[in-house]
């Protein structure tokens, strides 16, 4: 079991929370001084997305991801930068005539959800291993074996780390079938998402199967969403992984209490100091995880 526990703050992702917490960063300006304040509350890494500034809703504009990492650059921080790649994959289609794609699409290919990546070269980026049934109704999430070979052996090219995303045990297996293939250096990189309506649910058990799944020498995280975030902390570094918290997959420190990103940062660190381990800083995550330097 690793002792020194990486902290992310997933900072606020692209679902439709805006309205309903004041918290949740919108502005590159607002996601910048996030990461600043989950840093300094202990997260060794910063999950960014980006949102249109005027709707609110997720975006996948290079300039704002360009504004946003500057910005955090500008203040001297050392902390590790992963942004996601996996805007670009929704699908809502017509239940009338499904071949005909509605409002709320945003599908692209595989390489044109990665010109921020290419500009920016973080650290990390995500891959979100598989397509699913994005929650109810008619919204599905698209992530082709095709798409995904095509995006890991570009990632791979720029040198930058890739998270696995994993919604559930079909995504393991193929990101396990793309390190085999040559797709992923050393040390992979897996994240298993829990409790995503309709991917894997939050079940303990499940949780330790998928661990089970990983090949040897992963690095791996685990996190799930709303009441079951702070929960899964405790879960997650008991089986020896990384953890995530965040407002990008819960808006509560508690019933009924709103919370910031640097107030579950702040809740994770004292669930993972209680447990008698300790949190790693940027430069042991960027260790462990086989990051350059910065």
Same mark, same amino acid.
């Given at each position: 079991?690793?002792?020194?526990?990486?902290?992310?703050?997933?900072?606020?992702?692209?679902?439709?929370?805006?309205?309903?917490?004041?918290?949740?960063?919108?502005?590159?300006?607002?996601?910048?001084?996030?990461?600043?304040?989950?840093?300094?509350?202990?997260?060794?890494?910063?999950?960014?997305?980006?949102?249109?500034?005027?709707?609110?809703?997720?975006?996948?504009?290079?300039?704002?991801?360009?504004?946003?990492?500057?910005?955090?650059?500008?203040?001297?921080?050392?902390?590790?930068?992963?942004?996601?790649?996996?805007?670009?994959?929704?699908?809502?289609?017509?239940?009338?005539?499904?071949?005909?794609?509605?409002?709320?699409?945003?599908?692209?290919?595989?390489?044109?959800?990665?010109?921020?990546?290419?500009?920016?070269?973080?650290?990390?980026?995500?891959?979100?291993?598989?397509?699913?049934?994005?929650?109810?109704?008619?919204?599905?999430?698209?992530?082709?074996?095709?798409?995904?070979?095509?995006?890991?052996?570009?990632?791979?090219?720029?040198?930058?780390?890739?998270?696995?995303?994993?919604?559930?045990?079909?995504?393991?297996?193929?990101?396990?079938?793309?390190?085999?293939?040559?797709?992923?250096?050393?040390?992979?990189?897996?994240?298993?998402?829990?409790?995503?309506?309709?991917?894997?649910?939050?079940?303990?058990?499940?949780?330790? /199967?998928?661990?089970?799944?990983?090949?040897? +020498?992963?690095?791996? $995280? @685990?996190? =799930?969403?709303? #009441?079951? !975030? &702070?929960?899964?902390?405790?879960?997650?570094?008991?089986?020896?992984?990384?953890?995530?918290?965040?407002?990008?997959?819960?808006?509560?420190?508690?019933?009924?209490?709103?919370?910031?990103?640097?107030?579950?940062?702040?809740? /994770?660190?004292?669930?993972?100091?209680?447990? +008698?381990?300790?949190? $790693? @800083?940027? =430069?042991?995550? #960027?260790? !462990? &995880?086989?990051?350059?330097?910065?």
């Amino acid at each position: 079991m690793a002792n020194d526990v990486i902290i992310t703050a997933a900072l606020t992702g692209a679902a439709d929370t805006t309205g309903k917490s004041e918290f949740v960063p919108v502005s590159p300006e607002q996601i910048a001084r996030d990461a600043v304040a989950a840093h300094e509350a202990g997260a060794a890494v910063v999950h960014i997305h980006v949102r249109n500034v005027e709707t609110g809703q997720g975006s996948r504009a290079v300039a704002l991801y360009r504004e946003v990492v500057e910005r955090i650059k500008e203040t001297g921080i050392d902390v590790v930068i992963n942004l996601t790649a996996g805007m670009g994959g929704d699908l809502v289609i017509d239940q009338e005539d499904p071949l005909k794609p509605v409002d709320g699409t945003d599908l692209v290919g595989g390489l044109e959800r990665l010109p921020h990546v290419e500009e920016l070269l973080p650290d990390i980026c995500t891959i979100d291993c598989g397509s699913l049934n994005f929650g109810d109704g008619s919204q599905l999430y698209i992530s082709t074996p095709d798409m995904l070979r095509a995006g890991a052996k570009r990632i791979q090219e720029l040198g930058v780390r890739p998270e696995l995303e994993i919604f559930d045990t079909g995504n393991l297996w193929f990101a396990n079938k793309m390190i085999d293939e040559g797709l992923i250096d050393a040390p992979p990189l897996f994240q298993l998402c829990s409790g995503i309506p309709w991917g894997a649910p939050p079940n303990p058990a499940l949780l330790q /199967a998928m661990v089970g799944m990983l090949p040897a +020498g992963a690095n791996w $995280a @685990s996190f =799930a969403l709303g #009441r079951d !975030q &702070l929960r899964w902390v405790g879960l997650t570094a008991a089986l020896g992984g990384n953890v995530r918290v965040g407002l990008e997959d819960n808006l509560y420190l508690r019933k009924g209490v709103k919370a910031s990103n640097a107030q579950l940062v702040e809740r /994770a660190v004292t669930i993972v100091e209680g447990m +008698g381990m300790s949190v $790693a @800083s940027p =430069a042991q995550a #960027r260790e !462990q &995880l086989g990051l350059a330097a910065r």
